[in-house]
């Protein structure tokens, strides 16, 4: 799938956002239909088929979480950007939790958004199967194996460190909320604290500035996002 054949859907009630988005993402190669409203989203999202759908929170007559709900409920697939004002945590992690793909904040720059998408792209392609070998950077994780390198030399990690890692590595790129992390790797029951303390504990292992991470960045009271991979 080539940029030029990917078509991106953009949901935003504010014209001045929808011009940006349509100029910025047609020079990056993509196809833009635009939608002001839930009701022209969800025709447009049936009718047109997007690759990729742009999200704005703050939508007229529905809210984007409620959207978001609608279109996973009936099956739709196709990742899912969000694109919003709000900057409270609890607003972003509801998003991500509904099953939007990422969010970008506004003010954003149409670069970091480009990035976004193709994350997001290459991860649905990749759905279908983790690959054997995850390799970001100095830092390689055999799936298979179950051996975790820094520059080539072999990192001993706990197994619950491992499985936090692992999980990591399947969705890299994407930011990860606590909860989803703890579900699992814990299961639904786990305190927050127990994720820190152990996401502490790896950065210890992989990081060169374990309080300036280069692998695992934490996104503020949302979760964290391993770098993606080369």
């Known amino acids: 799938m080539t940029s030029s054949t990917v078509k991106i859907l953009v949901v935003d009630d504010e014209p001045p956002i929808r011009k940006l988005l349509r100029v910025g993402l047609t ?3 993509y196809l833009v239909n635009e939608a002001s409203n839930a009701a022209t989203a969800r025709q447009s999202a049936e009718e047109d088929q997007p690759d990729l759908i742009i999200l704005d929170l703050g939508l007229p007559d529905k809210s984007g979480h ?18 919003s ?8 992690v509801m998003a991500l939790e509904s099953g939007a793909d990422d969010y ?11 990035a976004r998408i193709r994350v997001a792209l290459r991860h649905r392609l990749q759905q279908q199967g983790e690959k054997a070998i995850f390799q970001t950077g100095g830092l390689s ?9 820094l520059n080539g030399e072999e990192v001993k990690l706990s197994p619950k460190e491992y499985d936090i890692l692992r999980v990591m590595a399947q969705y890299a790129g994407k930011v990860l ?14 305190d927050v604290q127990y994720l ?32 993606e991979p080369d």
């Open 85 to 92: 004002s709000r900057t409270d945590e609890a607003g972003i």
């Open 141 to 149: 994780l055999d799936l298979v194996k179950r051996i975790v390198r």
């Open 104 to 114: 970008v904040t506004k003010p954003f720059g149409i670069h970091e958004l480009a």
């Open 196 to 227: 820190r303390v152990y996401v502490r504990q790896l950065r210890q292992k992989i990081e060169e500035v374990p309080d300036q991470p280069h692998y695992i960045t934490t996104e503020t009271g949302v979760g964290y996002r391993l770098r």
């Open 27 to 29: 020079a990056e190669g």
């Open 177 to 190: 909320t606590h909860q989803f992390l703890l579900k699992q790797v814990w299961g639904p029951a786990a």
């Open 66 to 83: 409620e959207l978001l709900r609608e279109w996973r409920e009936a099956g739709l697939l196709v990742p899912v950007v969000i694109l």
